[in-house]
T-cell receptor, first 117, second 114 residues
Framework: EADIYQTPRYLVIGTGKKITLECSQT?????MYWYQQDPGMELHLIHY???????EKGDLSSESTVSRIRTEHFPLTLESARPSHTSQYLC????????????????FGPGTRLTVL | GNSVTQMEGPVTLSEEAFLTINCTYT??????LFWYVQYPGEGLQLLLK?????DKGSNKGFEATYRKETTSFHLEKGSVQVSDSAVYFC?????????????FGKGTKLSVKP
């Protein structure tokens, strides 16, 4: 059973507020990801991390920032939320060790649905 | 570069109908291939995977075969149920660095009517 958690599940806030979306995993995975999912369902990678103190920008430019101080924790922060940030945010993790069964499989959290008014 | 092309939806079927969702890919090297499913209000769950050519992934009555000659990984189920209503994503992954990130198709929404 994959154990990756996201809080809050739902968040409604006003424009200009600072928010942090939490993501934690208990599988000891080195690699973690943040995706933004638009209403049309398509997934867009916005950030990823190879491990502690590593953060990389994804394929879609985002005004959010991330940090990776602990292996298990990968929070995403928006300094000043805007209505254009309204979306579903999904966190995921994967085990990057090479093995006979290596397969890049990613494990996803339940998501945070953010609405900015 | 690597890419995944997935059948556009939405797909609407009656219960017990046969399902096929097409997925083709472009990749250098030898990718792993995945089908993920997303039920309403949830994150993605791995449905099945295949790591080399001619492998067949299967789970919950769903199957997909890794076809290198046609660069395809089509998802099939012989008899769908209402509970299969969800969004299905085909994905590709190769090892190492940013290439280790998965590339997802755009998703296909399936609705199964009783």
């Amino acid at each position: 059973e994959a154990d990756i958690y996201q809080t809050p599940r739902y968040l409604v806030i006003g424009t200009g507020k600072k928010i942090t979306l939490e993501c934690s995993q208990t599988m000891g995975h080195d690699k973690m990801y943040w995706y933004q999912q638009d209403p049309g369902m398509e997934l867009h990678l916005i950030h990823y991390s190879y491990g502690v103190n590593s953060t990389e920008k994804g394929d879609l430019s985002s005004e959010s920032t991330v940090s990776r101080i602990r292996t298990e924790h990968f929070p995403l922060t928006l300094e000043s939320a805007r209505p254009s940030h309204t979306s579903q945010y999904l966190c995921a993790s994967s085990d990057e060790r090479e093995a006979p069964s290596f397969s890049n499989e990613q494990f996803f959290g339940p998501g945070t649905r953010l609405t900015v008014l | 570069g690597n890419s995944v092309t997935q059948m556009e939806g939405p797909v609407t079927l009656s219960e017990e109908a046969f399902l096929t969702i097409n997925c083709t890919y472009t990749a250098t090297g030898y990718p792993s291939l995945f089908w993920y499913v997303q039920y309403p209000g949830e994150g993605l769950q791995l449905l099945l995977k295949a790591t080399k050519a001619d492998d067949k992934g299967s789970n919950k009555g769903f199957e997909a075969t890794y076809r290198k000659e046609t660069t395809s990984f089509h998802l099939e189920k012989g008899s769908v149920q209402v509970s299969d209503s969800a969004v299905y994503f085909c994905a590709l992954g190769t090892y190492g660095g940013s290439q280790g990130n998965l590339i997802f198709g755009k998703g296909t929404k399936l609705s199964v009517k009783p």
